[in-house]
T-cell receptor, first 112, second 117 residues
């Protein structure tokens, strides 16, 4: 299928290693953040979210860290698997217009 | 539970022609969004509906793009006339609503890929 992210920053990791994908957001008023995963030819799929009153949230194999001081968000994937290969987007919302603004995305490639 | 349905999945047209995309959101979802995703970029919001009313269309190129959600359920996005730079994937998303306690998670369809020649 056609790639979603031909010109995106790429992170290449070995299967079984941990992955860290970073995102800088721009709006200090944003109070809600989501990480989405997008596989080729598909729509974005929700992974995990975090509100601004938290600095860490864990899911199954994934952890999101939020640093409001430097407006930085990261997604950590433990024991990365080939099925994790996709483009990952962070999105922010300031709850004013109920709109999500997406970042530019990072392409994760998992080497077997 | 059925997801967000979009059609057509693929469309190829020549510039200055018109095209329409259809979206059926998840049943019961009050909010519907249309996003444009150009290859290599993140999705960009075009328009947001709450039931059958427009919440935000500030980034919709209104000289050529139009969208409606007349009965507050399914929606149509139209482009007329199309330009080369309109080549993109048009993603529809829905959410139950937005308020205290809502997660804000958007549920996306698989998108309609438009190629303008």
């Amino acid at each position: 299928g056609e790639s979603v992210g031909l010109h995106l920053p790429t992170l290449s990791v070995q299967e079984g290693d941990n992955s860290i994908i970073n995102c800088a957001y721009s709006n200090s008023a944003s109070d809600y953040f989501i990480w989405y995963k997008q596989e080729s030819g598909k729509g974005p799929q929700f992974i995990i979210d975090i509100r601004s009153n938290m600095d860490k949230r864990q899911g199954q194999r994934v952890t999101v860290l939020l640093n409001k001081t430097v407006k930085h968000l990261s997604l950590q994937i433990a024991a990365t698997q080939p099925g994790d290969s996709a483009v990952y987007f962070c999105a922010e919302n300031n709850n004013a217009g109920n709109m999500l603004t997406f970042g530019g995305g990072t392409r994760l490639m998992v080497k077997p | 539970e059925a997801g967000v349905a979009q059609s057509p999945r693929y469309k190829i047209i020549e510039k200055r022609q018109s095209v329409a995309f259809w979206c059926n959101p998840i049943s019961g979802h009050a909010t519907l969004y249309w996003y444009q995703q150009i290859l290599g970029q993140g999705p960009k919001l075009l328009i947001q509906f709450q039931n059958n009313g427009v919440v935000d269309d500030s980034q919709l190129p209104k000289d050529r793009f139009s969208a409606e959600r007349l009965k507050g359920v399914d929606s149509t996005l139209k482009i007329q006339p199309a330009k080369l730079e309109d080549s993109a994937v048009y993603l529809c998303a829905s959410s139950p609503g937005w308020g205290q306690g809502d997660t804000g998670e958007l549920f996306f369809g698989e998108g309609s890929r438009l190629t303008v020649l």
